[in-house]
């Protein structure tokens, strides 16, 4: 079975919320939250934190992460993990794991490996799940993705899409009351971004130039779409929550607080 690496990519300098991966939540950095879940996918034969950063990398080998130092010029996630997967030749297959999102469900991390491996031809794989609230999908913050018959990516937008005829939420979404309607749900899907990649193919995506269509929606997944790379999107019920401002960080804490409370409860 071939292997697979799990790359987790961690930078200082966000514009947004700058240290964020050293954030504490419930009592730990937001990045080690990260590193323990996917320690537990199983499917995983390595796992390496990259960063551009001495903090990053001083705290993380304080509780155990193995750590690759990479070049701070990468203008993202992608291209830092591509540069620890050009020097890991014994891996055929690279996963790319949020370094913000610290609830990533380690079962989801296996399916991509599994879908990976069991098709040889598959050069990447990623992740979706219907809103629950299907008004959330108008928002631009939000990316959608549109999959084929086959659960193959046809098209990733920060638009409403598929969109309506007559413009904004179809009036069945909106009422979502009826069993039937709820079905309706499953029209808006919420991108989970995650990646699975074979090797190779992440090591020829940081070769290829942007593409038109990742300029103007600013997403680069668009740019393997537009070279003709067949995307799997796997179905999950919900999906991580990611941290990009401290507002959702405390949230996040008053999840994971109030998850640990429950799985202290003796049972009866």
Known sequence: MSKALGIIPARWASARFPGKPLHPIAGKPL???VWEASLRAKRLDHLIVATDDFR???AAFAWGAEVAMTSANHPSGTDRIAEVAARTKQFAHI????GDEPVVEPKLIDRLVRELQRDRELEMVTAAHPFSDPREAESPHQVKVVVNQKGEALYFSRALIPASR???LPTAVLEGRRLANRRSLVLYLRHQGIYGYTRDLLLRFVRWKTSPLERAESLEQLRALENGVRIKVVMTG????????PEDARMIERLLVSAGKRSQKPRR
């Open 31 to 33: 990045l080690q939250h």
């Open 56 to 58: 990053i990398a001083e």
């Open 95 to 98: 996963v790319n794991i949020q």
């Open 166 to 168: 007559s413009g904004g």
């Open 238 to 245: 919900s999906g991580s929550p990611g941290v990009d401002t």
